[in-house]
């Protein structure tokens, strides 16, 4: 079964600290994709990234960096130098594409605090 | 400026009571999603639709309908049969391909009066 897991549930840092949010997923494709978006409080998801299968390099954009692994089935988030600003919830999502049709799988996302 | 645009962005239902959820994209989108979300339940799929004319249910889609008329529409129904309807309401599209990422309105978020 497709499923993603964010075992971290909300995790507070103080402004200038690096946090790392973690994104387990399981899938029987050989061939997926996976997402990070960003849900700030005003409410609507904004997408940061995607990376697929294939490509297991790290990114770096600015202060945020992702490592994925598909030994490990992760695809985690790192924020450098957190900011107030970083303060929301941030969901990693799976696609699954079965039968011709195309979804997306969620986790249950991870809320993070950053502190002044 | 392209986007999805969901209204209204609060909504109070009374009992027995049919509302629906307005959802436009101008994006050319041919995938258009609705999602209900919970606290500390993450997105929770209802229906989705991939074409014009068609749709599918998603986990959730008890006390639900959709229509898809046109492709930049898909309003949603809170039938009376959706018998816990206060929630947060996002709306998405998509290009119709695995590899795309989702685009997301503001939501709308409904309350029981």
């Known amino acids: 079964a497709q499923k993603v897991t964010q075992a971290q549930t909300e995790i507070s840092v103080v402004e200038k600290e690096d946090v790392t949010l973690d994104c387990v997923y399981e899938t029987r494709d050989t061939t997926y994709y996976l997402f990070w978006y960003k849900q700030p409080p005003s409410g609507e998801l904004v997408f940061l990234i995607r990376r697929n299968s294939f490509d297991e390099q790290n990114e770096i954009s600015g202060r945020y960096s992702w490592n994925f692994q598909k030994s490990t089935s992760s695809f985690n988030f790192t924020i450098t130098a957190s900011q107030v600003v970083d303060s929301a919830v941030y969901f990693c999502?799976?696609?699954?594409?079965?039968?011709?049709?195309?979804?997306?799988?969620f986790g249950t996302g991870t809320r993070l605090k950053v502190l002044a | 400026d392209g986007g999805i645009t969901q209204s209204p962005k609060y909504l109070f239902r009374k009992e027995g009571q049919n509302v629906t959820l307005s959802c436009e994209q101008n994006?050319?989108?041919?995938?258009m999603y609705w999602y209900r979300q919970d606290p500390g339940q993450g997105l929770r799929l209802i229906y989705y639709s991939q074409i014009v004319n068609d749709f599918q249910k998603g986990d959730i889609a008890e006390g639900y309908s959709v229509s898809r008329e046109k492709k930049e529409s898909f309003p949603l129904t809170v039938t009376s049969a959706q018998k816990n309807p206060t929630a947060f309401y996002l709306c998405?599209?998509?290009?119709?391909?695995?590899?795309?990422?989702?685009?997301f309105g503001d939501g709308t978020r409904l309350s029981i009066l």
């Open positions: 999502a799976l696609s699954d594409a079965r039968g011709g049709t195309y979804k997306y799988i």
């Open positions: 994006l050319n989108h041919d995938a």
């Open positions: 998405a599209s998509s290009i119709r391909d695995r590899n795309q990422p989702q685009h």
